[in-house]
């Protein structure tokens, strides 16, 4: 699981920072949540293949988390691509983009799906072998989702040693590491447990920007490995937090350990605050394990679920 | 007159070069001429004051042309602006930014005026005491205009002593300056060139991007200070700017014999090109005073009507 920063920064792009966009790599496969002005050029910087990417997850329609949209699906086109492209996002995505597309009468090279959200309870979005996506509902000033990006359980290991002294033939073996019983030619029975060991862990993330704090929010993502959770401001302006439906860092580390989560990445920091070192701090003080996004900033989980950068 | 280059290759934004747009100073007026993706962090690094630009001027609906004008008017907004904001630009424009402004439901914090474009022939779009825009047809793959910014003529210069010689009264002056001939009360006839100098040249600025080589264009511009021309190929790939209606060069070159321009400012280079250089070699070979843009690329006229950066 590797989580690419693109940019993580609140309200307009600047010289040095940019606005939300991410890259998840999770069950061999490539998503990019939420496309603010400026990512294409973001995803040349961190040499993230621009053919890997399948999926695109907007979380609202506010510019700083999807004005870079229509120019990423036009300059795939330029690029020739030709695999589908899915994007999935609120209703009314579908007519901006494609309203720009016909008034530069340049449509795309390749299949363009929308996927058009409006539900308000959490909606599977995406089932592929090894991951499913869900949207959970946020709460801001606008339609918001937040995304789950879930691992499948993953093959049990077979104990070849013993399934062989138990005469197991080579056929059974994938029955098995799917996690099934066996019942031999002779009648007698193999329990899984007997000839397998526990697969490699499913780890999961939680993608949470923007929303106003809500411990309900929560319940969406149980244990998950890392959460995103946006912390546009500081407890020191909390009345921004509420008045503008945000959420401090403080509060980000609340929905973190009621969520039991492993992680927690703090995000879409307020460009008011010179150095954002004051989030982690704020946050470690009710969640341990804190970890500050930055632009360019490259995640990645290591076998004992911690975070690297 | 000042040109503040702020992209100008075509196609994609990459991590070293920005698509069209550009900054033009003249008669005490900040013009930003098209506005690519990216172009508000342009702006800033390029140290160009937001508050300063009230007229944006956009040719075509081609992405590498517009796709920064919502995120730099939704920009405006959160930088509090009060100051009208006038857009000139093809019909279609106000649709796509009122669009994206209602689904994100923010709208601007100061009065926003669209000036959408039919007309295939040249038109009066705007008139300030300093300085007149007009547009022209271009031949593009979609509809497009091209833009010219003429200085009104400046005053004549007063010479002093002749005129008090000649006992011409201080409530006068104005009027001599503004070119008129004189009568004085005792009957005498003043003509305006015994006691005025020509004042300083009007200069001006023709903008044309994107089209096909178009011999006719040139009437739009005739003597035009400087002339920033489109060249998105060399002649080797001639057959590439005919069949997507772009320019070469050596044709931009000929474009600004025809109008007897004073200055030639070749860009929108496709990004095929390693090097640039090569434009100002070929286009040299036609018409002797061209100069290359470059992102980031301030151009200043001096006093002699050249170029310089």
Redesign the interface.
């Given at each position: 699981l590797k989580i690419q920063i693109l940019g993580c920064y609140a309200?307009?792009?600047?010289?040095f920072s940019n606005p939300t966009s991410q890259v998840l790599e999770i069950g061999n496969e490539l998503f990019l949540i939420d496309c603010a002005?400026?990512t294409?050029?973001q995803i040349?910087?961190n040499k993230v293949k621009f053919s890997k990417i399948n999926h695109i997850f907007i979380s609202h329609?506010?510019?700083d988390h999807f004005?870079?949209l229509?120019?990423l699906i036009?300059?795939f086109s330029?690029l020739n691509r030709q695999n589908e492209l899915h994007v999935y996002g609120?209703k009314?995505?579908k007519?901006?983009v494609l309203?720009?597309l016909r008034?530069?009468?340049?449509y795309t090279s390749y299949p363009l799906f929308f996927h058009e959200l409006t539900s308000s309870e959490p909606q599977v979005l995406l089932q592929l072998s090894t991951v499913e996506v869900r949207s959970f509902p946020l709460k801001h000033?606008?339609y918001t989702n937040g995304f789950l990006f879930q691992e499948m359980p993953k093959p049990r290991k077979l104990d070849f040693e013993c399934a062989s002294k138990l005469g197991v033939e080579t056929c059974y073996f994938q029955k098995l590491k799917s996690g099934f019983d066996l019942v031999l030619d002779n009648g007698k029975i193999i329990k899984n447990e007997e000839v397998t060991l526990p697969g490699l862990p499913s780890w999961s993330y939680a993608y949470c920007s923007d929303t106003v704090y809500d411990s309900s929010i929560a319940n969406y993502f149980q244990n998950v490995t890392v959460l995103y959770h946006e912390s546009t401001f500081l407890e020191s302006e909390a009345h921004l937090a509420t008045r503008t439906l945000h959420t401090t860092a403080s509060q980000a580390a609340h929905i973190a350990q009621l969520a039991k989560a492993k992680n927690l990445i703090l995000g879409h920091y307020s460009t008011r605050y010179a150095s954002i070192q004051a989030f982690k701090t704020e946050a470690e003080a009710v969640f341990p394990n804190v970890y500050l996004a930055d632009d360019a900033r490259l995640f990645e989980l290591d076998d004992q679920e911690r975070l690297k950068y």
């Amino acid at each position: 699981l590797k989580i690419q920063i693109l940019g993580c920064y609140a309200a307009t792009p600047r010289s040095f920072s940019n606005p939300t966009s991410q890259v998840l790599e999770i069950g061999n496969e490539l998503f990019l949540i939420d496309c603010a002005e400026g990512t294409q050029v973001q995803i040349r910087k961190n040499k993230v293949k621009f053919s890997k990417i399948n999926h695109i997850f907007i979380s609202h329609l506010h510019g700083d988390h999807f004005f870079g949209l229509v120019g990423l699906i036009s300059t795939f086109s330029l690029l020739n691509r030709q695999n589908e492209l899915h994007v999935y996002g609120p209703k009314g995505i579908k007519e901006v983009v494609l309203l720009q597309l016909r008034l530069a009468d340049a449509y795309t090279s390749y299949p363009l799906f929308f996927h058009e959200l409006t539900s308000s309870e959490p909606q599977v979005l995406l089932q592929l072998s090894t991951v499913e996506v869900r949207s959970f509902p946020l709460k801001h000033r606008i339609y918001t989702n937040g995304f789950l990006f879930q691992e499948m359980p993953k093959p049990r290991k077979l104990d070849f040693e013993c399934a062989s002294k138990l005469g197991v033939e080579t056929c059974y073996f994938q029955k098995l590491k799917s996690g099934f019983d066996l019942v031999l030619d002779n009648g007698k029975i193999i329990k899984n447990e007997e000839v397998t060991l526990p697969g490699l862990p499913s780890w999961s993330y939680a993608y949470c920007s923007d929303t106003v704090y809500d411990s309900s929010i929560a319940n969406y993502f149980q244990n998950v490995t890392v959460l995103y959770h946006e912390s546009t401001f500081l407890e020191s302006e909390a009345h921004l937090a509420t008045r503008t439906l945000h959420t401090t860092a403080s509060q980000a580390a609340h929905i973190a350990q009621l969520a039991k989560a492993k992680n927690l990445i703090l995000g879409h920091y307020s460009t008011r605050y010179a150095s954002i070192q004051a989030f982690k701090t704020e946050a470690e003080a009710v969640f341990p394990n804190v970890y500050l996004a930055d632009d360019a900033r490259l995640f990645e989980l290591d076998d004992q679920e911690r975070l690297k950068y």
